[in-house]
Structure formats: C-alpha cells, structure tokens
T-cell receptor, first 114, second 115 residues
Framework: GDSVTQMEGPVTLSEEAFLTINCTYT??????LFWYVQYPGEGLQLLLK?????DKGSNKGFEATYRKETTSFHLEKGSVQVSDSAVYFC?????????????FGKGTKLSVIP | GAGVSQSPSNKVTEKGKDVELRCDPI?????LYWYRQRLGQGLEFLIY????????KSGLPSDRFSAERTGESVSTLTIQRTQQEDSAVYLC?????????????FGPGTRLTVL
C-alpha cells in the first residue's frame, strides 16, 4: 500500500537558519503530495501541495517540489523564524480508484530558537 | 467562516465503556473524514463519507468502531467497549468538493484517554 517516510525529529534550528525536512513516498501511479503543519495548540492545516510531477508548492516562504524520479517531496525554507516552530506532516493521496484519504508520515517536530 | 468543530475536546473513560465523538464539518462540505493519531504515530485514516454514497469504512480497526453521518451534516464516531489501545487523538476533516485532491480542513480533535 501507499506509505510516506519523513525524517525523524525533533529538529532544532536557530532563527534564520535554512530548513530541510526530507519526505519520500511509496505509491503507485501519480499521487498528490501535501505538507500539513500543526502549530502548538492548534489544529492541522494545509501548508502546501503539489498534484503532478515537477510541480512546486509554496506558502509562507516554504517550498517543496514533487520529484517523481526520486519519489520525494522535501520541505525547505530559506530562513526560519521562531513562529515556524510546529510539527510538520508529509502526506499523499493516491491516484488509484477509490483513493481519497490522506496517508501521512509520522511528523517532524521543528523548534526554532532565537 | 466557522471551521470544523469537534466535541468533546477531551474525553477520559474507563476500559469497557462506550464513547461517542462528534464532528461538525464546514457548512456545504460534501466529504467528511475521520482519522486518529496515536502517540508517536502519524495520522491513520478511519472512515470517509462523500455525500449520500456508502461510506468507505476500510480504515476502521475493528467492529467496535462505527460512524454515522446524516446527509452533509454532523458525524458521530462511536467506539464500543473501549480498550486502552484506543487512546488517541481523533481528528475529523471535511472537504468542499468531489475532487479528492482539494484541501481537507481539520478540526481541533478529541483527545480520548482510556484508563
């Protein structure tokens, strides 16, 4: 079945550092890929998505590019802020018939210190 | 506008008791999902409702779990004879259209603790 693997956390960075959270997936066909974020005390919310190969999703300074050849969707941000401290989840929706639920990775906790 | 709401926010129960969790989706959203998140794990899909179609129950872990939704409104997730391994955060999400890649909007979750 479909699966998502993302780097283990927690990740601790200083403010203005460069962020990469690795995400790779296993799925048949051409899944759609997502990054969700959960800020402390808040619900899960969509950060960005890409629905076809080579698409780049971007939002709030974060970017991720759908790489079919490496089955990856790594999340990057050039300069993190304290307010980016959260748990980040990589997820996919498969392209097969009857695929409409999100399959999530286990999440990566990011802490940004001033 | 109002987001997805869930109640209760926290529920502590004793092993063997039944619990009912409620989800109010965003008005007009045709699709509704239940997921759960156990400690240290990613979110697991439980059940999916789309309009008046038969629900996809393929993620329900056992026959102790059931869910209902009336039309495009409130949904309830019922867990009978709760076990300690049912302890988790139960999340509800709703989606506006029939396109499966459209954004799912999540509620704040119900934290269930089974003693």
């Amino acid at each position: 079945g479909d699966s998502v693997t993302q780097m283990e956390g927690p990740v601790t960075l200083s403010e203005e550092a460069f962020l990469t959270i690795n995400c790779t997936y296993t799925a048949t066909g051409y899944p759609s890929l997502f990054w969700y974020v959960q800020y402390p005390g808040e619900g899960l919310q969509l950060l960005l998505k890409a629905t076809k190969a080579d698409d780049k999703g971007s939002n709030k300074g974060f970017e991720a590019t759908y790489r079919k050849e490496t089955t990856s969707f790594h999340l990057e941000k050039g300069s993190v802020q304290v307010s980016d401290s959260a748990v980040y989840f990589c997820a996919l929706i498969g392209s097969g018939a009857g695929s409409y639920q999100l399959t999530f990775g286990k999440g990566t906790k990011l802490s940004v210190i001033p | 506008g109002a987001g997805v709401s869930q109640s209760p926010s926290n529920k502590v129960t004793e092993k063997g008791k039944d619990v009912e969790l409620r989800c109010d989706p965003i008005s007009g959203h045709t699709a509704l999902y239940w997921y759960r998140q156990r400690l240290g794990q990613g979110l697991e899909f439980l059940i999916y409702f789309q309009g008046n179609s038969a629900p996809d129950k393929s993620g329900l872990p056992s026959d102790r779990f059931s869910a209902e939704r009336t039309g495009e409104s409130v949904s309830t997730l019922t867990i009978q004879r709760t076990q300690q391994e049912d302890s988790a955060v139960y999340l509800c999400a709703s989606r506006r259209t029939g396109s499966h890649t459209d954004t799912q909007y999540f509620g704040p979750g119900t934290r269930l603790t089974v003693l």
